[in-house]
């Protein structure tokens, strides 16, 4: 059985600074792209970063400058450094994966909790 598992979620004071972290387990042959979404109450879910099996990068506006995307393709995971946090960066934090494994195809976390206080 494939999954995703996040980790590193919880209360942050703004200013702070969090890292997430998100690893793929199962019958895995190829991970593609990998990124995390985010989404806060009563809005959508969307992209905050992504990144290939090559290492090129995607960011959302908001978070650029401020968040790192990073992974480690021998542990098959991904990470979110987070600086300079702010309240409007309070949401749930889903990590997504493009597996080629025993079912191809976009796999999400169950999301963990970031909640940055003023």
């Known amino acids: 059985q494939v999954q995703l598992v996040e980790s590193g979620g919880g209360l942050v004071q703004a200013g702070g600074s969090r890292r997430l972290s998100c690893a793929a387990s199962?019958?895995?042959?190829?991970?593609?792209?990998m990124g995390w979404y985010r989404q806060a109450p009563g809005k959508q879910r969307d992209l905050v970063a992504d990144?290939?099996?090559?290492?090129?990068?995607n960011y959302a506006d908001s978070v650029k400058g401020r968040f790192t995307i990073s992974r480690d393709n021998r542990k098959n995971t991904v990470y979110l450094q987070m600086n300079s946090l702010k309240p409007e960066d309070t949401a749930v934090y889903y990590c997504?994966?493009?597996?080629?494994?025993?079912?191809?195809?976009?796999?999400w976390g169950q999301g963990t909790q970031v909640t940055v206080s003023s």
């Open positions: 199962g019958n895995i042959i190829r991970i593609n792209t």
């Open positions: 997504t994966a493009y597996l080629i494994a025993s079912v191809d195809g976009v796999y």
């Open positions: 990144i290939t099996s090559g290492g090129s990068t």
